[in-house]
Every structure is written in C-alpha cells, then in structure tokens.
C-alpha cells in the first residue's frame, strides 16, 4: 500500500494533474483539506469510497487512519489543496509515515499563486523589474523567523505572493509602504479558479480599504510588485537583434 499525498490545485477540477485525477477517480480512502478544496474536486471521488475531513483531525488521528489502511493493503490519497509542498504539512506526516514504514508518493498541483497570478492575467516577473517571487505569509500562531519578516523581504524589490494573510492586510501594507511606496501595484484574488473567484486590483495606498469593503477574511492570495504594472520593458528573448542557441540576431 502507498500513501499518496496529492496536490488538488486552487479549484477549477480542470487545473488537476492527469495522476492526480486518474487518482482520485479510482481512491478507495481519502483524506481532504476541509473547505480547502473545492467541490467539484470532491466530487471526483467514487461515492463508495472513505472520505475523512482532515479539518477536525490531529496528526495521530490522521496517522491512525492509515495505519489502519496498511493493515488492509489500501491505498489512502491525502489531499491537499494547492501544492502539497507549499504550506501543507506535510513533513511531518511523512515523518510519521517513516516511523511505521508506510511508503508514500507527493502529486505535485498547482498553486494558488499561480491560479491567483493566472486570474489577473499577469507575469509575476518582469525585465529589469523583478526576477525573483517570494512566496511568504504573515507571522500567526506560527512565528516567523526575523529575517524573513514582510519588512526584510520587501528589501528586495521582488514581486511578493502572500498566503494565509489577508485578514492582516492592514498590517501587511505598513510593512510595504516603506520600501514598495504608496503607488506600488497591488491585488488580491479570492478563491482563485473557484466559481465565485474575486479579483481587486489597486495600490499599496488602497489595497486595504478594497479588500475590506469586499469583506474578505481567506482564502486569498495577496501579490504586491512593480511587474503588476503594464507597458513594462520588453525582454530581449524576441527582440530581432538578440541571438541565442536557436536563433541568429541581426535586423533583416
């Protein structure tokens, strides 16, 4: 038997992984992320099937749930929303799983940042602009490291995509202002794929006000960069004049 930890992307079924439907569709046991993941992904699962709330869950009881499927020889899917890797704790299930001898398998899927930047029909890195995307979220329950506070990271210039923070976008923005500006672009998706996803656009200087008229306490990702700006410089990789290993630059 295998445990495999699959990754049930922002929401749209569509935006699945081949092996993660194929999966899915053919599951005896499955253990989901709660509201995290959309409906129409839970409906993809046979209704003859287990299906376990990992909501209200602690780490044994999970754990439990496949030890008793090992004694079984069946296999469990543990579905996470997004990207298993990215916020999912899923390393110290697969500590678990080490100490039982249980093997397991990650699917990798896509993550709301990606579904969130795919949304605003935008490129999260721009020439001259950023090349680097900083994935982070805002200190709760879980501390974060000093250096890598929201005020370090913005230091850097780089387009910045924040997880499981919007309830502190006020926070968030006073963190920014000083080295991003008040005119820096901003925006922020809800649910990200889902049928009732919800964009705001604007600037570090209104963000806030926006996303607190809109009421919107999570599930949704915050991008603040300059590469959200338009008419930004173009790269050289389809300029005429700019070779590289398939092509000879040189005006014709």
Same mark, same amino acid.
């Given at each position: 038997?295998?445990?495999?930890?699959?990754?049930?992307?922002?929401?749209?079924?569509?935006?699945?992984?081949?092996?993660?439907?194929?999966?899915?569709?053919?599951?005896? %046991?499955?253990?989901?992320? /709660?509201?995290?993941?959309?409906? #129409?992904? @839970? +409906?993809?699962?046979?209704?003859?099937?287990? *299906?376990?709330?990992?909501?209200?869950?602690?780490?044994?009881?999970?754990?439990?749930?496949?030890?008793?499927?090992?004694?079984?020889?069946?296999?469990? %899917?543990?579905?996470?929303? /997004?990207?298993?890797?990215?916020? #999912?704790? @899923? +390393?110290?299930?697969?500590?678990?799983?080490? *100490?039982?001898?249980?093997?397991?398998?990650v699917v990798p899927g896509v993550s709301s940042f990606q579904a969130a930047a795919a949304a605003l029909c935008t490129e999260l890195t721009a020439p001259e602009i950023s090349q680097t995307v900083i994935l982070t979220r805002t200190a709760g329950?879980?501390?974060?490291?000093?250096?890598?506070?929201?005020?370090?990271?913005?230091?850097?210039?780089?387009?910045?995509?924040?997880?499981?923070?919007?309830?502190?976008?006020?926070e968030i923005v006073e963190q920014l202002l000083p080295a991003y500006g008040p005119q820096c672009p901003a925006a922020v998706v809800h649910r990200a794929s889902w049928p009732e996803q919800l964009t705001l656009r604007g600037r570090l200087a209104?963000?806030?006000?926006?996303?607190?008229?809109?009421?919107?306490?999570?599930?949704?990702?915050?991008?603040?960069?300059?590469?959200?700006?338009?008419?930004?410089?173009?790269?050289?990789?389809?300029?005429?004049?700019?070779?590289?290993?398939?092509?000879?630059?040189?005006?014709?």
């Amino acid at each position: 038997m295998k445990i495999y930890f699959v990754g049930a992307g922002p929401g749209d079924p569509d935006l699945l992984t081949v092996k993660a439907e194929r999966l899915l569709k053919n599951c005896t %046991i499955c253990i989901y992320a /709660g509201s995290l993941v959309s409906p #129409g992904v @839970i +409906g993809l699962i046979p209704a003859a099937a287990k *299906k376990y709330d990992s909501a209200g869950l602690s780490l044994a009881e999970i754990i439990g749930l496949c030890r008793e499927a090992k004694e079984k020889d069946q296999d469990v %899917i543990r579905l996470h929303s /997004g990207d298993p890797s990215l916020y #999912g704790a @899923i +390393g110290e299930q697969m500590s678990e799983l080490d *100490k039982l001898g249980i093997d397991y398998e990650v699917v990798p899927g896509v993550s709301s940042f990606q579904a969130a930047a795919a949304a605003l029909c935008t490129e999260l890195t721009a020439p001259e602009i950023s090349q680097t995307v900083i994935l982070t979220r805002t200190a709760g329950r879980t501390p974060l490291p000093e250096s890598q506070e929201l005020s370090r990271l913005a230091e850097t210039g780089a387009t910045l995509c924040i997880f499981l923070s919007v309830h502190k976008i006020r926070e968030i923005v006073e963190q920014l202002l000083p080295a991003y500006g008040p005119q820096c672009p901003a925006a922020v998706v809800h649910r990200a794929s889902w049928p009732e996803q919800l964009t705001l656009r604007g600037r570090l200087a209104d963000i806030a006000g926006r996303v607190e008229e809109a009421g919107l306490q999570s599930t949704t990702m915050i991008i603040v960069g300059e590469a959200l700006s338009r008419n930004l410089p173009s790269s050289r990789l389809y300029s005429e004049d700019f070779s590289h290993g398939f092509r000879a630059g040189g005006k014709r």
